[in-house]
Nanobody, 115 residues
Framework: QVQLVESGGGLVQAGGSLRLSCAAS????????MGWYRQAPGKQRELVAV???????NYADSVKGRFTISRDNAKRRVYLQMNSLKPEDTAVYYC?????????WGQGTQVTVSS
């Protein structure tokens, strides 16, 4: 069974940094696309960043230049380095993967940015 487990969330002051990690139960090379989404209270879940099997990346406009998605195939992990954090980045962050046409989600990790 495919499992994605996030870690690395927490409380940080505005301007600070956090690094989220997503650990997959199997080889992440099996995933066509992996990415990070977030959901703030009262808002819809939104795309933050994605990375393909060929390491092509794409970012939401709101995080371009501040966040970096990367993957370590040997460690079966996908990372989200978040710099220059803003209070509006506060949300639950979810790891997501697409495998053979099916969507898989982690349980989420809370990121809170104080002003």
């Amino acid at each position: 069974q495919v499992q994605l487990v996030e870690s690395g969330g927490g409380l940080v002051q505005a301007g600070g940094s956090l690094r989220l990690s997503c650990a997959a139960s199997g080889s992440i090379l099996s995933f066509n696309v992996m990415g990070w989404y977030r959901q703030a209270p009262g808002k819809q879940r939104e795309l933050v960043a994605v990375i393909t099997r060929d390491a092509i990346t794409n970012y939401a406009d709101s995080v371009k230049g501040r966040f970096t998605i990367s993957r370590d195939n040997a460690k079966r992990r996908v990372y989200l380095q978040m710099n220059s954090l803003k209070p509006e980045d506060t949300a639950v962050y979810y790891c997501h993967g697409v495998l053979v046409g099916s969507d898989y989600w982690g349980q989420g990790t809370q990121v809170t940015v104080s002003s």
